[in-house]
């Protein structure tokens, strides 16, 4: 009987060493620095919005987190805290993903957009015009600064 249990002590101690090492779970956010029903701390949405957004000035980058946080804590919300959380950060990781994929584009294919650009302005109204204009030149496009200075420049003409 001693032998069999010091085989299944040999066994259990093998199989313990040999086996792959599982991660410790994470640690439970304190409920107190996340939004309520969520394990998402604000200052991780902060971080996406600097990430995402950096084409934007600071205070731009700080409204949008401010009136995104502002949802998020409105009991009114509650419900829709989650997927409200979800799909801000799925907008915001495609919008980095573009300005990544732009940014690599060579100068040649960024001058063809900015032509394609202004060929679908002229197709707008003057109404329409005046307010894409003015997203252009405030820079308020997700792209990068030198395409962004193409597309204000094909606009101007």
């Keep these: 009987l001693a032998m069999f249990l010091i085989g299944i002590a040999r066994d259990m ?11 410790p779970e994470e640690p439970m956010p304190d409920p107190k620095l996340v939004y309520p029903g969520t394990s998402v701390e604000p200052e991780t949405l902060r971080r996406l919005v ?28 509650a419900a829709v805290r989650g997927p409200m959380i979800e799909y801000f950060a799925e907008r915001a990781l495609l919008i980095r ?31 329409e015009q005046k307010q894409l204009g003015e997203v252009v030149r405030r820079g308020l496009l997700p792209v990068p600064q030198d395409l962004g200075e193409l597309l204000a420049a094909a606009v101007r003409q």
């Design 97 to 127: 993903a573009a300005q990544r994929r732009l940014a690599e584009l060579s100068w040649t294919e960024k001058q063809r957009i900015a032509k394609e650009f202004r060929a679908a302005y002229d197709a707008l109204s003057p109404e």
């Design 50 to 77: 600097d990430d995402s957004f950096g084409y934007l000035s600071e205070r731009q980058r700080g409204e949008i987190f401010d009136q995104l946080h502002a949802a998020l804590i409105d009991p009114k919300n």
């Design 13 to 23: 101690i093998i199989n313990y060493a040999t086996s792959p090492r599982q991660r």
